[in-house]
């Protein structure tokens, strides 16, 4: 998972990427960087770790122009390198172009092969490289009928900005996977961005026009906006977004994630009810899905864990050891809410199993006699092929166990998890189903195009 960020026509285009990119950390915390425009002439900054340490007043000062794009990664294609970080830049025929991509190619590692039988050099395991190096090869004029060409090659998730010469391109996927959003400073109309979620929206104080529409290739440059669309498909918009990954204060899609996450937990209540004193979220992935939980069951909302903000993600951490300890160091009881109670403790999902059940033992010990678990998603059992970090099939929990194994091995008094049917109820989308749910379900919509696992070179550069 990444975020990407983008603005066309302000003199502080790098600074207010900074801050989109501030708003976006949410979506990746390995690496982040931004790319300038001067007159068509590209200035980039990329390193690893988190925004508000990459970019100080030195690294911004040499990102001077007022078209910019900003991203902010997530290892999921190419593994945690140095030379994956984004955005990539590239110079063919005389021209310069950078872009930042959110998603994963499936037919990615097909196409590679096939480039590099072709004679291309690839400098990075990104999967993004191989959108370059088809856009470099097609013979059309217009940078947009290259990128036209290059898509209609690649299968995947991308929702993708790109700045070339005096333009900022958004792209988004045929099926829609992964947000895209336009919009525009509030007293400057001429000014636009482009962001993965409204968020980064709100903190340069820009309203949302709209969204990138599936299948759409925006171009803004000073003759305004231009809109050319790919061949249509199924709209599949990632309902793990709207579960766990984007920020509640975000609108996807035009439908509030604050909302879609109270009506999750409010149905998850519905249909997994059970007597208890208190209702507690894991912060912070559970909040406001237990909040709904309360509402609908009546039951009473405390927190009963407090999350230490000092700390990473624990999902992130290279190894199992590691993610044990790190839900100690992520969450810690409150005992004066928790004893001699039944609790209900919500979170959004559950994927290895590890977290909920360091968090079972962690309300008993504070005295919790009931621990009933409610998920507000549906057993995760299947990874996703389109960008969300997920591990592979063996490693989730759901693939490989029952609900009461996994009750059992959480060692909850009960366990419930929200069915996919209430899940896309809850996104507004039960009569016609325009969501990807593949994690859930199976239903996947596009088949991941696996190469012929020749081993590629792995470099590693510290
Ligand atoms: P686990 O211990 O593997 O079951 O982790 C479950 C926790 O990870 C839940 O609290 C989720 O909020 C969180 N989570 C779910 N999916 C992801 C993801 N793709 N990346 C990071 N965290 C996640």
Redesign the pocket.
């Known amino acids: 998972?990444c975020g990407v960020f983008g603005i066309y026509n302000h003199p502080e285009a790098s600074n207010l990427s900074y801050l989109g990119l501030h708003a976006l950390q949410h979506r990746g915390q390995e690496s982040a960087g931004v790319v300038s425009n001067q007159d068509g002439v590209l200035h980039g900054v990329r390193s690893m770790g988190q925004v508000g340490k990459i970019f100080t007043r030195d690294a911004l000062a040499q990102l001077p122009g007022t078209i910019a794009i900003g991203h902010v990664r997530y290892a999921t294609a190419g593994g945690s390198l140095v030379q994956n970080i984004q955005p990539l830049w590239a110079q063919y025929r005389g021209r310069s172009v950078a872009l930042a991509h959110n998603g994963n190619l499936v037919n990615e590692e097909v196409l590679r092969e096939e480039l590099e039988g072709e004679g291309a050099i690839f400098s990075s395991l990104s999967d993004t490289e191989v959108i370059l190096q088809l856009m470099a090869r097609s013979r059309r004029a217009e940078f947009a009928e290259q990128l036209a060409d290059a898509l209609s090659r690649v299968q995947g998730a991308y929702s993708m900005v790109f700045t070339t010469e005096d333009q900022l391109i958004a792209v988004r996927d045929p099926h829609g996977f992964r947000p895209l959003v336009l919009g525009r400073l509030k007293g400057a109309p001429e000014t636009y961005v482009v962001a993965s979620e409204t968020t980064a929206f709100d903190l340069i104080e820009a309203e949302r026009v709209r969204d990138i529409e599936p299948g759409e290739i925006l171009t803004i440059d000073s003759t305004g906006l231009h809109s050319a669309h790919l061949p249509k498909a199924p709209r599949r918009f990632c309902v793990f977004e709207h579960v766990?990954f984007a920020r509640p204060d975000s609108v996807l899609d035009g439908l509030s994630v604050y909302e879609a996450r109270i009506a999750m937990g409010q149905q998850l209540a519905r249909e997994h009810a059970v007597e208890a004193d208190v209702v507690i979220p894991?912060p912070d992935?559970g909040v406001v899905a237990a909040m709904g939980y309360a509402q609908a069951s009546g039951i009473p909302f405390q927190m009963g864990l407090i999350r230490n903000h000092y700390v990473g993600?624990t999902?992130i951490e290279p190894s199992d050891s590691i993610r044990h300890f790190g839900v100690r160091l992520k969450l810690n009881a409150v005992p004066q809410v928790l004893s001699g109670k039944r609790v209900v403790v919500v979170?959004?999902?559950?994927?290895?199993?590890?977290?909920?059940r360091k968090i079972v033992k962690l309300l008993r010990q504070a005295g919790a006699t009931e621990v009933h678990v409610r998920i507000s998603s549906p057993p995760v059992n299947g990874p996703c092929h389109y960008g969300?970090?997920?591990p592979t099939r063996a490693e989730l929990v759901a693939s490989t166990h029952s609900i009461e194994q996994i009750t059992k091995t959480i060692e909850a008094d009960s366990l419930g998890y929200l069915s996919a049917d209430g899940l896309l109820a809850a996104v507004r989308s039960e009569g016609e189903k325009n969501f990807c749910d593949a994690c859930f379900t199976g239903d996947y919509p596009l088949r991941r195009d696996r190469g012929s696992g020749r081993k590629q070179l792995r470099l590693i550069q510290v």
Do not use: Q
């Open positions: 998972m766990y894991v992935s993600r999902f979170d959004d999902s559950i994927v290895r199993g590890t977290t909920s969300i970090d997920t």
